[in-house]
């Protein structure tokens, strides 16, 4: 086993095992700093995957912004002191099941799929060709992107602020 | 066939997206608490990412799916802002983040 297979199998550890407190957490305090080795995990996915571009943008935006987020949120909205459950869940055993055939048949499907195998490919950085393809053919989504982003932070400064009540 | 689990097939990345799927639908399904359901969004999101970037890696070996990645991060980051916000107003009008305890549209 060469060095590049054993951090695979680290890095895929990280991943599935901070997932999984974050679905069977019962303090909400856990599940939010472990989602940060979920969004780490798969920025190095990314890394193997030869999408250096992607994995940066994945550790810039999830673990910089939406974590960072959803940590101000948990902050805002409980006592944090209380000792009592703060991530109530029900109806777990039916959703194992239910989760646990679904997951069955997704894994044997891709078990028994013959997929192309990989090509010798050279580990280039991708920069160069994602800029070419978003100031080219992707363009009309590039402007529509940066309309949505305008629209949800008007969206959230509107619903988020005090009513003044005259 | 039964594929090996290692850095270069296609399959074992599908495993991780499919069981990162699995735990974030669970996540969906079980939580009682909004902030706890936007988490398994992002794990779903997450996993979507992985198929993206996984294919277009091993399929045509153009940037077209990292492409797809990068606006799926760009509308989580616009879900997350707007879904937040949504749950601390809730707060502020129940004085509760459960998503039971939030059922009726007006105060």
Redesign the interface.
């Known amino acids: 086993m060469t060095v590049s297979t054993a951090v695979f199998y680290l890095v895929a550890a990280i991943t599935i095992g901070s997932a999984m407190i974050v679905a069977f957490s019962r303090n909400i305090i856990y599940s939010a700093f472990s989602l940060l080795g979920t969004f780490a995990g798969v920025a190095g996915i990314y890394v193997f995957l030869g999408a250096d571009f992607v994995a940066a943008v994945q550790l810039l935006i999830y673990v910089g912004g939406i974590l960072v987020l959803i940590l101000f949120a948990v902050m805002l909205t409980h006592r944090i002191t209380d000792v009592e459950i703060t991530n109530r869940a029900a109806g777990r055993l039916a959703a194992l099941i239910v989760v646990g055939v679904f997951v069955y048949l997704l894994l044997q499907a891709v078990r028994e799929t013959p997929w192309a195998k990989a090509k010798d490919v050279v580990y280039l950085a991708s920069t160069g060709k994602i800029g070419d393809l978003f100031l080219d053919a992707y363009l009309l989504p590039f402007e529509l992107a940066s309309l949505v982003l305008l629209a949800a932070m008007i969206g959230a400064v509107v619903i988020s602020r005090k009513e003044i009540k005259e | 066939?039964?594929?090996g689990?290692?850095?270069?097939?296609?399959?074992?990345?599908?495993?991780?997206g499919?069981?990162?799927?699995?735990?974030?639908?669970?996540?969906v399904?079980?939580?009682?608490?909004a902030?706890?359901v936007?988490?398994?969004v992002?794990?779903i999101l997450?996993s979507a990412?992985?198929n993206y970037?996984?294919f277009?890696?091993?399929?045509s070996?153009?940037?077209?799916g990292?492409?797809y990645?990068?606006?799926v991060?760009?509308?989580?980051?616009?879900?997350?802002?707007?879904g937040?916000?949504?749950?601390?107003?809730i707060?502020?009008l129940f004085h509760s983040?459960?998503v039971e305890a939030a059922e009726a549209l007006k105060e």
Do not use: K, W
Request: no cysteine.
């Open positions: 066939m039964t594929p689990f290692s850095p270069n097939e296609l399959s074992s990345y599908l495993m991780i499919a069981v990162l799927f699995s735990l974030g639908l669970f996540t399904l079980t939580r009682r608490n902030i706890s936007l988490m398994g992002e794990l997450n990412n992985i970037v996984a277009s890696h091993f399929g070996g153009n940037a077209d990292q492409i990645a990068i606006f991060i760009m509308l989580a980051a616009a879900e997350a802002a707007v937040l916000a949504i749950v601390l107003a707060f502020q983040i459960d």
